[in-house]
């Protein structure tokens, strides 16, 4: 099946939205806990080690909030990639 660049930047625009909650999310409670470990007061923000894997209370996405997040993160990245090499300029040639 061979996509064209109105279906690329489709299907980008259609999840890049959607992906940008757990992407930001994933890092910032990421950076967060890892500031608490270095500073030594990790047990106060424990809540933000189990909102980086996808625990959140009584909604526990552990299994699969990395895999869906890698998914995303992938197929954005593939999109972005495809539709950046299909926007490159071709050299003009001269005769």
Known sequence: MK?????I????RLLAPIM???????????VIFQ??????????LRWA?????????????QKSFPFLNALGLL?????????WWKSRRKPSSKL
């Not at 930047?9 to 980008?12: D, G, P």
């Not at 197929?75 to 495809?82: C, D, W, Y």
């Open 20 to 30: 940008i909650l757990p992407i930001l999310l994933t890092v910032i409670t990421g």
């Open 49 to 61: 080690i189990h909102w980086h894997k996808g625990d959140f209370g009584y909604i526990d996405f």
């Open 75 to 83: 197929f954005l990245t593939f999109t972005g990639i495809s539709m």
């Open 9 to 12: 930047r489709k299907w980008h």
């Open 35 to 44: 500031i608490g470990e270095l500073g030594g007061f990790e047990d106060k």
């Open 3 to 7: 996509l064209n660049a109105t279906k």
